[in-house]
């Protein structure tokens, strides 16, 4: 992926903003497995000595100079997360890294890490079905001024209303929320937000971005797009505007914990 952007960006580089992770690793005696629902396993590596040459990597890859927002991918369970983000600083002063972020953390370990060196972003499964994060890591993050990067706003797709079964080899049947019984539940539950688009002569996936978008200007969407086209009408979700009557409606709705099913990290 990083070779891919790295030759997207050239001649251009001055205009974009380039963020990249560290931290996957392939199972062994020094990587973590991540505890989370997917019945595929994660694993962490995100000891102090593996952040230079990751990072030196992802540069390489890239064809950049410096990484505009590094994150660490997950924190490692085997690592105080003091440790990596203090590893990773060392990038920030060699001016090889500008900003840094983390990605999947509790409260508390954002907390711990902005403690160490300023998180300017902290990314988060956060959406229309997934919204555990309101509780604590969201005020946190706010309290700090740490930006927030909504990882999964459309629910893995879910939320476009196009998702009725998944073919052979579809990654989300390692998601508990898209196991068939799951999925026909979530597909009632989620029936009114279809309705309450075509209402607003939006699509669903618009509605899911644009209701995002309104909870502050500190929340930054990153849908994933297999098209151009889904791209163009992802972007246009930007343009939507809701009235509060249409937020408390989408409330009433679908409230927090409304999906049937695990989310994917616990």
Not at 1 to 30: F, L, Y
Not at 200 to 213: R, S, V
Request: proline share 5%; net charge negative; charged share 25%.
């Amino acid at each position: 992926n990083e070779r891919v952007v790295g030759r997207a960006i050239t001649g251009r580089r001055d205009g974009v903003a380039i963020a990249t992770k560290w931290g996957i690793a392939a199972p062994g005696s020094t990587a973590h497995r991540v505890d989370a629902t997917y019945a595929n396993e994660i694993w962490i590596d995100a000891r102090p000595e593996r952040a230079r040459e990751a990072a030196e990597a992802s540069l390489r890859r890239l064809g950049i100079d410096a990484i505009d927002l590094w994150y660490l991918h997950f924190p490692d369970s085997g690592v105080p997360i003091e440790e990596s983000v203090g590893a990773m600083a060392e990038l920030v002063r060699d001016g090889k890294v500008r900003q840094l972020g983390v990605s999947n953390v509790s409260a508390e370990q954002l907390r711990r890490a902005h403690a160490v060196h300023p998180i300017s972003a902290v990314q988060v499964e956060w959406s229309l079905w997934t919204r555990d994060s309101e509780r604590k890591l969201v005020p946190l993050a706010r309290e700090l001024g740490v930006g927030i990067v909504a990882w999964g706003p459309l629910g893995n797709g879910f939320l476009t209303g196009t998702v009725h079964e998944l073919g052979e080899g579809d990654f989300r049947h390692n998601a508990p929320r898209f196991r068939r019984e799951n999925l026909r539940r979530n597909a009632d539950r989620f029936a009114p937000l279809r309705t309450l688009a075509e209402e607003l002569a939006i699509t669903p996936a618009q509605l899911a971005l644009a209701w995002l978008l309104h909870q502050g200007d500190d929340v930054v969407p990153i849908p994933g797009s297999r098209s151009a086209a889904h791209i163009d009408e992802n972007l246009e979700a930007a343009q939507v505007r809701l009235s509060r009557e249409v937020l408390e409606r989408i409330d009433e709705l679908v409230p927090a914990g409304a999906a049937v099913g695990e989310p994917l990290l616990v």
